[in-house]
């Protein structure tokens, strides 16, 4: 069955300090992977799909087919990065969604 | 640039009462979907369209919840009658053509009381 595993429901990092959010998958087929951000009072954006390789705020994530992960990474965190962060996978013409991490960047 | 709308924002409503939300998707965007989202958790599919048909709502529950999209642009789900364990989120998301992304709405948040 197809699965979205965060691990982690909150993570606090002070600003400067390297940022790895985690995402792990079930999918029986080839997925397409994406992580999700939601900033305060603001709706659910698209922060960066896998297949486009690209890196979105500073933020990189790469596809690890063998440990089934997506991680979400930054070397420095901002305070303006604090939000929650959702990973989602399609499978077919499927999204599925993790239970999302709240990341809190202090000063 | 282009955003999903829904409608209400926020709907508190007494328990055994019918309610209903409405959505608007961008423009050229076949597929809609509407998700609910309890708090603490991640977006559940509900329902699934492409244009004006369902192509998944094993998660609805039918004998309570109804959506459709007659003209395969707006959407309006239904509630009747609402329970207690309602109260979540409701979010409206489309797709363009070749599904490379999902556009979410701002949500319509449900208090049942």
């Known amino acids: 069955a197809q699965r979205v595993t965060q691990p982690e429901k909150l993570l606090s990092v002070f600003k400067g300090a390297p940022v790895e959010l985690k995402c792990n998958y079930s999918y029986s087929g080839s997925p397409e992977l994406f992580w999700y951000v939601q900033y305060s009072r603001q709706r659910l954006q698209l922060l960066l799909r896998h297949i486009s390789r690209e890196s979105i705020k500073g933020f990189t994530a790469d596809l690890n087919k063998g440990e089934t992960s997506f991680h979400l990474k930054k070397p420095f965190a901002q305070e303006e990065d604090s939000a929650m962060y959702y990973c989602a996978l399609k499978g077919g013409n499927k999204f599925y969604f993790g239970s999302g991490t709240k990341l809190n960047v202090k000063p | 640039e282009a955003e999903v709308a829904q409608s209400p924002r926020y709907k508190i409503t007494e328990k055994s009462q019918a309610v209903a939300f409405w959505c608007d998707p961008i423009?050229?965007?076949?597929?809609l979907y509407w998700y609910r989202q309890i708090l603490g958790q991640g977006p559940e599919l509900l329902v699934q369209?492409?244009?004006?048909?369902?192509?998944?709502d094993s998660q609805l529950p039918k004998d309570r919840f109804s959506a459709e999209r007659l003209k395969g642009v707006d959407s309006t789900l239904k509630i009747q009658p609402a329970e207690l364990g309602d109260s979540a989120m409701y979010l409206c998301?489309?797709?363009?053509?070749?599904?490379?992304?999902?556009?979410f709405g701002p949500g319509t948040r449900l208090l049942v009381l």
């Open positions: 998301a489309s797709s363009p053509p070749g599904q490379h992304r999902i556009d």
């Open positions: 423009s050229g965007h076949a597929t």
């Open positions: 369209f492409q244009d004006e048909s369902v192509v998944d």
